[in-house]
């Protein structure tokens, strides 16, 4: 992690910007189109590490269940391109209010 953090990480920004500069044109970068290479691979964790990592990201709405199957190789799903959350967090003013009306996100009824 720290040949990653205090070698790799200053190089492959470097490479990054120098690339974006002689290979997109002034109006793609204008347009906020950037170089970007994935080093999440120097980052790989044992299968169940990042099993459990891509599970805590979908379940908390971080990452879409398609994003975590392409992280893994796997073909995309029927309804993987949705966020998904756990239904248990709500805001404290609609405790309770779940089971009655349908409540706006402002809290009042609809």
């Known amino acids: 992690m720290a040949f990653y953090v205090d070698t790799i990480l200053f190089i ?3 490479y990054e910007e120098e ?3 002689k290979l997109l ?5 204008d ?11 120097i980052l790989r964790a044992d299968s169940k590490t990042q099993m ?11 990452i879409k269940p398609d994003e975590a199957r392409n992280e893994l190789d ?3 799903a029927d309804g993987g391109d949705r966020l998904y959350a756990n239904g248990n967090y709500i ?3 609609l405790a309770g209010k779940q089971y ?3 409540v706006d996100s402002e809290g009042g009824e609809e």
């Open 74 to 76: 796997r073909p995309i």
């Open 91 to 93: 805001p404290l003013t």
């Open 100 to 102: 009655g009306a349908v």
């Open 31 to 41: 347009s906020g189109y950037y170089w970007r290479f994935n080093v999440n691979v």
């Open 12 to 14: 492959v920004k470097q």
């Open 52 to 62: 459990e990592s891509l599970a805590i990201g979908v379940n908390n709405g971080i």
């Open 25 to 29: 044109s002034q109006k793609l970068i």
């Open 19 to 21: 690339i974006t500069y």
